[in-house]
């Protein structure tokens, strides 16, 4: 008697579970990709993606590039997302080290220059930039001072508290231009330019964000050269409102004093969405979003096919020899950089 009192219950179940099943078969996918907080793409774009693919696409920021790859590692076992978008060359090493990607290698990956290409697989350059000090050109105008050319030059007194970084332990250009401090001073000597740096008011704050939004002049703050990014100049350019033909900041371009960095993007280790990953990196060196990349995030494509806006060659060439490392000798050296920055720098 109990049975039968069940069994038109358990058959109502089990046709709503499968209606609700046959429902879901028509709702959008959802793909989680985890970037640093400077990501950005056109609506456009990403609408396009969704929709060609049947796929809503969640972006989930975790901060700087530094936090965001914190946030990797400690959430390996159990990912967060699908993908990351932001790993660059100064923490790639440790990305790998921590098992964090899956392989892929993107048809796509033929347009991109081997130069920038990494050695494994296990991540896809997406774009790359140079990390060096901007000026605020009105600032140094309105106060009679010549804006310096060359690291050595900001230990002068007239350069006093004028100069704001971003932490190397938090900040992945803050990272990148430590590395290059070692690659213009030397190993042995670089923690000197940092020491008389320190004496000489220099101010360090945890991210690029607040450098440049907050600390820089431009934004209202008080240091008029702050650690950015050589295309910063033409960004503030295309963007000036109201529009004005020249950039109102410039670049500090010393030999060997400003590093290229080359930004990846990955397939998180356990995602569940491996096929829908993967188009998102294809359609990330795609050619339309690496030319929408430039204007969005102010970095040079990884595509060769793909076009920069004209601000990028009147305002924000790059003709020196920049600092490069291999990823062993990043791998090797950063905490130990790390830790003796920290020691000289904010102790």
């Keep these: ?85 932001g790993v660059d060359n100064s923490f790639l090493s440790r990305a790998l080290l921590e098992g964090v990607f899956e392989e892929y290698e993107s048809p796509l990956l033929a347009r991109v220059p081997s130069n920038l290409r990494p050695a494994s697989s296990f991540v896809t350059p997406v774009d790359y930039g140079y990390v060096n000090f901007n000026y605020d050109i009105g600032w140094f105008e309105a106060n009679g001072v010549e804006p310096p050319e060359t690291l050595e030059d900001m230990l002068k007194p007239e350069y006093r508290g004028l100069v704001v970084v971003s932490n190397p332990a938090s900040s992945s250009p803050g990272l990148a231009f430590l590395m290059a401090t070692i690659e213009y001073f030397g190993e042995d000597q670089y923690l000197n330019w940092w020491r008389g740096m320190r004496e000489n008011g220099l101010v360090v704050v945890d991210g690029w964000s607040t450098a440049y939004y907050t600390n820089f002049t431009r934004a209202g703050g008080g240091q008029p050269i702050v650690l950015s990014y050589a295309t910063s100049p033409a960004f503030e350019q295309i963007f000036a409102d109201p529009p004005q033909d020249e950039a109102p900041t410039a670049n500090i371009l010393p030999r060997l004093g400003v590093f290229r960095q080359v930004e990846y993007a990955g397939i998180l280790a356990g995602t569940r969405n491996r096929e829908l990953a993967e188009k998102f990196i294809d359609f990330l060196l795609s050619v339309p979003v690496q030319e929408d990349i430039p204007g969005q995030m102010a970095v040079y494509p990884v595509n ?44």
């Design 1 to 85: 008697m109990r049975l039968r009192t069940l069994a038109p219950v358990v058959l109502a179940l089990v046709a709503g579970v499968l209606a609700i099943a046959a429902c879901g078969e028509d709702d959008p996918r959802t793909l989680t990709v985890i970037t640093h907080d400077s990501f950005n793409l056109s609506d456009e774009l990403m609408r396009q993606f969704e929709e060609e693919n049947d796929v809503t696409v969640r972006l989930l920021p975790k901060g700087d590039a530094g936090a965001m790859l914190t946030s990797l590692i400690l959430t390996r076992r159990n990912p967060e997302g699908d993908l990351a978008f």
């Design 304 to 347: 060769q096919d793909a076009a920069v806006p004209d601000a990028f060659t009147r305002f924000s060439q790059v003709d020196v020899e920049v600092a490069e490392m291999t990823p062993e000798r990043i791998a090797d050296g950063r905490q130990r950089w790390i830790d003796e920055w920290t020691r000289e720098v904010l102790r």
